[in-house]
């Protein structure tokens, strides 16, 4: 049976960058003879012009039914004036919570070709390939209580609860065990247990979890430790598994090591391995239709896709390897420019991309 997958380009340079992720899913089929059915929908401001709301029943009912989705950007100054109930991120947010996707994969990934584009030095991160995994629907951004309260004596407090069950990070350890499985069999689990009876919790947890995993080398770190050390010597990390606020925040901080947002794919996956797959960069409506936009985060993002939801980790590699093809050769879109390289466009970069998958 036909591998499903629906294809949500968004707004601003989102429908330019995913012609070309779809450029590259057709010359990877073509080579590895991938089954792949393809849908379109639409979303967030693009479907707000055309339904009035930022997600129709009719796409959630084709996001449900898919086995991964191809999702590009939304956003973008034209439905700025919408209310909150309706902007075009309300799209990307239902979609997350009605698909229940817990697991957030971030993959900070620097291609030796780039180095000089990040503020660390060239030598620490040239190379650098971090998958942070990231818990990303519990914990103190959805625990109650939560609320700003009037003590007796009139001050004002503001409070937050830090919650997870077991059950919450059992299933997020898995899917970093996984991963690590995948990759190259280390994980560091990432939490505050020496304060946070919390993450005591959470540790022991991901402890228990290991039993099964024995394949997997497992350490863990204070989150304190892992903020200076994925700056001081980033790429002591394989894999990374933490939860949702602390994952928020080293998840962009490895972002930056990489230095440019328009190379960045990562994935949002539920427990039965369906997935999202998106840039991690907006829409960029600065240069919307300029066809000036890197689209190697969304080639990317569908490598991630093929890898993670579809099973199909030749092609995935074959596309990685393919990106990184193109940017031997030269070829830099112009948030990626240095000195000497050729500059291209969106199309060309896509074609280029193509070019180096079909002739390995
Ligand atoms: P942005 O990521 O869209 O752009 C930030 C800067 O990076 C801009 O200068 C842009 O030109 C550049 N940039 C981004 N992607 C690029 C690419 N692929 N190639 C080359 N340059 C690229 O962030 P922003 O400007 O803060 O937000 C713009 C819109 O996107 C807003 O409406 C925002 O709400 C939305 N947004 C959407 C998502 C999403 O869909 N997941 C995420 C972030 C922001």
């Known amino acids: 049976m036909s591998k499903q997958m629906l294809c949500l380009p968004g707004d601003g340079i989102g429908p330019e960058i995913m012609a070309e992720a779809l450029k590259v899913l057709d010359a990877a089929k073509l080579r590895f003879g991938l089954d792949i059915e393809v849908s379109h929908g639409l979303v967030g ?21 898919a086995d991964a989705i191809l999702f590009g950007a939304v956003g973008g100054p034209k439905w700025d004036d919408q209310p909150m109930a309706n902007r075009p991120e309300k799209g990307l947010l239902q979609l997350r919570s009605e698909l229940d996707l817990f697991a957030n994969l971030r993959p900070a990934m620097l291609f030796p070709q780039l180095a000089e584009a990040s503020s660390l030095k060239p030598e620490l991160v040239a190379g650098l390939d971090i998958l942070i995994v990231r818990e990303l629907t519990g914990g103190i951004y959805f625990g109650e209580p939560r609320g700003v309260r009037t003590l007796e004596n009139g001050e004002r407090e503001g409070y937050n609860t830090y919650v997870y069950r077991e059950s919450e990070i059992r299933r ?116 919307a239709g300029e066809n000036k936009a890197n689209p190697l985060a969304q080639i990317l993002s569908l490598a991630m896709l093929l890898r993670y939801s579809l099973a199909e980790a030749a092609a995935a590699d074959a596309i990685e390897k393919a990106v ?22 969106t199309a060309a970069m896509g074609d280029a991309v193509v070019d180096c998958l079909l002739n390995a």
């Open 172 to 287: 997020i350890a898995r899917v970093a065990f996984e991963a690590a499985r995948k990759r190259s069999g280390r994980l560091c689990s990432v939490d505050k247990s020496n304060v946070l009876e919390v993450t005591g919790l959470w540790r022991e947890v991901v402890i228990a979890e290991s039993a099964g995993y024995n394949d997997v080398e497992l350490s863990h770190m204070y989150v304190d430790n892992a903020a200076m050390q994925l700056v001081r010597a980033p790429k002591q990390f394989d894999v990374m598994v933490t939860g949702n606020m602390f994952g928020d925040i080293l998840s962009d901080c490895a972002a930056m090591l990489t230095g440019s947002i328009g190379m960045l794919p990562s994935a949002s996956l539920n427990e039965k391995n369906q997935g999202m797959y998106e840039p991690v960069h907006g829409s960029a409506p600065d240069i």
């Open 45 to 65: 401001g693009a479907a707000i012009d055309q339904y009035g709301v930022p997600l129709n029943d009719e796409t959630l009912a084709l996001a449900r039914h």
């Open 324 to 345: 990184s093809g193109v940017l031997d050769k030269g070829y830099r879109t112009g948030d990626i420019a240095s000195e000497g390289c050729q500059l291209v466009g």
